[in-house]
Structure formats: structure tokens, C-alpha cells
């Protein structure tokens, strides 16, 4: 079956504009979560969201936010763009977000470049 | 709070070398761990480890999880440059999951 699919895969932005990334998880799968990953950094968790509901959230400002449609395809928004936002942003879906009895897969994910 | 802990951060190797990359967790409601590979791009899924001291191998790598103990270890035998990434744990607990920071294994020719 078709794995975690992330559009667009590479963007350039300037500061102050806004992106959207989007994310369509594996078939059945209803948990989607986001992370930034930025050059020598570990993952930093931005949010959860399940069954059109977020979750959990990370530490992130309110500039990041996002939103998960009725059929599991999610959406990142990034309002306000700074340079310090220039990333990897990669999706995971698992059928249930933390359970056990599933592993949790990974789009190849968004750089954003923002000059 | 919950964390996670990996060691070593980085870790240089030549090629033949056995390597063991750590994994320590404090959470509460643990119920797995997961092992990831990430090279360029997106993490690859490793093992998923569930009960305690039951070994997991896929070829030349090889898990095992101490629930007692709360830390898991990742061992690569025979290493290869195409070892080279960032080994990423990640326990699962009640409906969450975090993601450690990550071990950077550097296999010289």
C-alpha cells in the first residue's frame, strides 16, 4: 500500500510570508503527527492529531498550527515565516498514535527554506 | 517529566567494528520502544521492541529491552559505511511517544 505522502517536497519562502505543508497518511491510518528537523537537531514534536482532533501539542509558538481532515490527510500551516523556521518538516502516521501494536511511518518530508 | 537519554551522542567507527548505541527512557505508562535509522532523510523504522529480554535481529542488527532497568540497546556487528546515520529510540507510553536525540555513528572506510 502507498506509505506517508508530504507535498511539496522542497519550498523556498521569504520571511514574513506563510507556507502549508500537507501530509496524507498510510490507508486506515488515523494519527498524524508533525516534527521539525532542523540541520544537526534531534526531532522536535510540533503536534498530534487524531480523528480530526489535535491531541498533543509541542513547544512550538502559535505560529505553527495545523489541522487533520476527515480523512486523515493533515495540513501544517507556518504563519509569519522567520529564518530560524528553515527545516525539515516530516509527517508520521500510525493507525493509533502510540499504540503498541503499531510502528509509526514516515513521509520523506518538506524542506522549507526561508531567505 | 518524561525523557529520554542516548548514548553516545556521536560515535566514530572503522568498518568490521561492533558498536552498541544506548537508549534510557523515564515514562510513565510504558508500553514500547521503537528504533529508527535516519540518514539523509526520513527516519526508517528498525525494531519495535515490547518485552523484556527478548532479542530482536535483522541481519547484522540487533535490540533488546530491559523494562526493569528502563533502557534498551541497539548493537551493530560487522559495521559498514552504509551504517552511517543518526539512530533514533522512541518509547511508546499510554497514547504518546517521544523521540530521543539521537546517536550519530560515523563508520570510516
Known amino acids: 500500500k502507498a506509505g506517508v505522502t508530504q507535498t511539496p517536497r522542497y519550498l523556498i519562502k521569504t520571511r514574513g510570508q506563510q507556507v502549508t505543508l500537507s501530509c496524507s497518511p498510510i490507508?486506515?491510518?488515523?494519527?498524524v503527527s508533525w516534527y521539525q528537523q532542523t540541520p544537526g537537531q534531534g526531532l522536535q514534536f510540533l503536534f498530534e492529531?487524531?480523528?480530526?482532533?489535535?491531541?498533543n501539542k509541542g513547544n512550538f509558538p502559535g505560529r505553527f498550527s495545523g489541522r487533520q481532515f476527515s480523512n486523515s490527510r493533515s495540513e501544517m500551516n507556518v504563519s509569519t515565516l522567520e529564518l530560524g523556521d528553515s527545516a525539515l518538516y516530516l509527517c508520521?502516521?500510525?493507525?493509533?498514535?502510540?499504540?503498541?501494536?503499531?510502528?509509526?511511518?514516515f513521509g520523506e518530508g518538506s524542506w522549507l527554506t526561508v531567505v | 517529566e518524561d525523557k529520554v537519554v542516548q548514548s553516545p551522542l556521536s560515535l566514530v567507527v572503522h568498518e568490521g567494528d561492533t558498536v552498541t548505541l544506548n537508549c534510557s527512557y523515564e515514562?510513565?505508562?510504558?508500553?514500547?520502544l521503537l528504533w529508527y535509522k535516519q540518514e539523509k532523510k526520513a527516519p526508517t523504522f528498525l525494531f519495535m521492541l515490547?518485552?523484556?529480554?527478548i532479542e530482536k535481529k535483522s541481519g547484522r542488527l540487533s535490540s533488546i529491552l530491559d523494562k526493569k532497568e528502563l533502557f534498551s540497546i541497539l548493537n551493530i556487528t560487522a559495521t559498514q559505511t552504509g551504517d552511517s546515520a543518526v539512530y533514533l529510540c522512541?518509547?511508546?507510553?499510554?497514547?504518546?511517544?517521544?523521540f530521543g536525540p539521537g546517536t550519530r555513528l560515523s563508520v570510516l572506510p
Open positions: 508520521a502516521s500510525s493507525f493509533t498514535h502510540g499504540d503498541s501494536g503499531n510502528t509509526i511511518y
Open positions: 490507508s486506515g491510518h488515523r494519527s
Open positions: 492529531y487524531f480523528s480530526e482532533t489535535q491531541r
Open positions: 515514562v510513565t505508562n510504558f508500553r514500547s
Open positions: 515490547t518485552s523484556s529480554g
Open positions: 522512541a518509547p511508546i507510553y499510554g497514547q504518546n511517544f517521544v
